[in-house]
């Protein structure tokens, strides 16, 4: 008999909402189906840059992680129709990130190094999340639990490094850690039972880690992905906020 799902603690609390950023991705769609299944009586709400036939996304919730004004439009959206229905924002995950486009992808070298690269690098995984946290961390409950994820990766370690190469991914997923562990000491003063971490969710079968996968490495579906990372997350408590874990709950060196 395979054990039931772990679930989390903040979305069993009545009239809570689950918020999942990049949603329409591979890893973000299985993460919003599984804490649908998990929570039914939660609320999760998907958010992407365009809009979906079905589900749970709205024009006024789209979010462009390169434009702050969507940002804190969605945020507006969000609080009021919180504030309406008597809901809570409880939990808040990013699934978002960016390797590679257009022929573009993670240098070798620093012969490869390219300003437009690092700057798309930068603006989608470190400085997208944190204009987030600018605005919707004031948006999550005051009391009670409450959970912030932000999908990073192992590459992002700077311990960890040994390989070199992938000067962007790596540098723009370090400064998200970076972010996450710094918003995670403010989010504790405003909610002592808050718990905000950084998450590695190893190697997915999507677009964005296709071109990448080696042979040996374990790739699962975004489905079993989610489900590792969802029953990682919620073995959390407060004790553990501000720190780096990978889906199978193990800690990642900074």
Same mark, same amino acid.
């Given at each position: 008999?395979?054990?039931?799902?772990?679930?989390?603690?903040?979305?069993?609390?009545?009239?809570?909402?689950?918020?999942?950023?990049?949603?329409?991705?591979?890893?973000?769609?299985?993460?919003?189906?599984?804490?649908?299944?998990?929570?039914?009586?939660?609320?999760?709400?998907?958010?992407?840059?365009?809009?979906?036939?079905?589900?749970?996304?709205?024009?006024?919730?789209?979010?462009?992680?390169?434009?702050?004004? !969507? *940002? =804190?439009?969605? %945020?507006?959206?969000?609080?009021?129709?919180?504030? @309406?229905?008597?809901?809570? +924002?409880?939990? /808040? #995950?990013?699934?978002?990130?960016?390797?590679?486009?257009?022929?573009?992808?993670?240098?070798?070298?620093?012969?490869?190094?390219?300003?437009?690269?690092?700057?798309?690098?930068?603006?989608?995984?470190?400085?997208?999340?944190?204009?987030?946290?600018?605005?919707?961390?004031?948006?999550?409950?005051?009391?009670?639990?409450?959970?912030?994820?932000?999908?990073?990766?192992?590459?992002? !370690? *700077? =311990?960890?490094? %040994?390989?070199?190469?992938?000067?962007?991914?790596? @540098?723009?997923?370090?400064? +998200?850690?970076? /972010? #996450?562990?710094?918003?995670?000491?403010?989010?504790?003063?405003?909610?002592?039972?808050?718990?905000?971490?950084?998450?590695?969710?190893?190697?997915?079968?999507?677009?964005?880690?296709?071109?990448?996968?080696?042979?040996?490495?374990?790739?699962?579906?975004?489905?079993?992905?989610?489900?590792?990372?969802?029953?990682?997350?919620?073995?959390?408590?407060?004790?553990?906020?501000?720190?780096?874990?990978?889906?199978?709950?193990?800690?990642?060196?900074?």
């Amino acid at each position: 008999m395979n054990a039931p799902a772990a679930t989390w603690p903040a979305l069993d609390v009545s009239g809570a909402v689950a918020l999942v950023v990049g949603g329409q991705g591979g890893v973000g769609s299985a993460l919003a189906a599984g804490l649908s299944a998990r929570h039914p009586q939660a609320e999760v709400l998907v958010s992407g840059r365009r809009r979906l036939d079905a589900g749970g996304l709205t024009d006024d919730l789209l979010i462009d992680l390169q434009d702050e004004a !969507s *940002i =804190e439009a969605a %945020a507006r959206t969000l609080a009021s129709r919180c504030a @309406a229905q008597g809901q809570s +924002l409880r939990a /808040l #995950v990013v699934a978002t990130g960016f390797l590679h486009s257009q022929g573009r992808g993670p240098e070798r070298s620093w012969r490869q190094l390219d300003a437009a690269y690092l700057q798309q690098a930068f603006a989608v995984n470190a400085i997208g999340p944190a204009l987030l946290v600018k605005h919707f961390f004031p948006l999550l409950a005051r009391s009670g639990p409450v959970l912030a994820a932000f999908l990073s990766a192992r590459v992002g !370690s *700077i =311990e960890d490094n %040994a390989l070199g190469g992938w000067y962007g991914y790596r @540098a723009s997923k370090a400064a +998200l850690n970076q /972010l #996450v562990r710094t918003s995670a000491i403010e989010l504790r003063r405003h909610n002592r039972e808050a718990v905000c971490v950084a998450l590695h969710p190893g190697t997915v079968d999507t677009g964005l880690s296709q071109p990448f996968a080696k042979q040996g490495l374990r790739v699962r579906s975004p489905e079993v992905a989610a489900a590792e990372m969802l029953d990682a997350l919620a073995g959390l408590g407060p004790a553990d906020s501000a720190g780096f874990r990978a889906y199978d709950g193990s800690t990642v060196p900074w």
